[in-house]
């Protein structure tokens, strides 16, 4: 691909550079995975009302998706990555006793990573 600059004075006059060339690389792979943290709760917490579920993700390229599980049954995907990555739920009806959240992440490349605490 090659570049021109054009100068235009206030009389409307024109002077155009010497092309320039330049060379736009293919962008490099997206083959690192993502990582993920569930910042909130914290591991061990005891809840008994609605809460959130909080992921702090990092990526080269971009996540685009947390989706996050409550004793590996999906309760939701968050892929509105500009707020923060977070998704509810009410422990009001489960089962008395310990259960497990996980968060996986998901990069631009379709890399993922979970996360996971009790």
Do not use: C, Y
Not at 15 to 24: A, K
């Amino acid at each position: 691909m090659s570049l021109t600059a054009r100068a235009t004075d206030s009389s409307g006059q024109t002077s155009d550079s010497n092309p320039v060339l330049v060379v736009v690389p293919e962008p490099p792979p997206d083959d690192l995975p993502p990582t993920v943290v569930i910042s909130d709760p914290t591991d061990g917490s005891t809840v008994t009302t609605l809460f959130d579920i909080v992921a702090v993700t990092t990526d080269d390229f971009g996540v685009l998706t947390v989706e996050f599980f409550v004793d590996d049954a999906s309760i939701g995907t968050d892929a509105v990555p500009g707020d923060g990555f977070a998704e509810s739920w009410d422990p009001v009806g489960a089962t008395p006793g310990t259960h497990f959240l996980k968060a996986t992440a998901t990069d631009t490349g379709g890399n993922s990573t979970t996360s996971s605490i009790v």
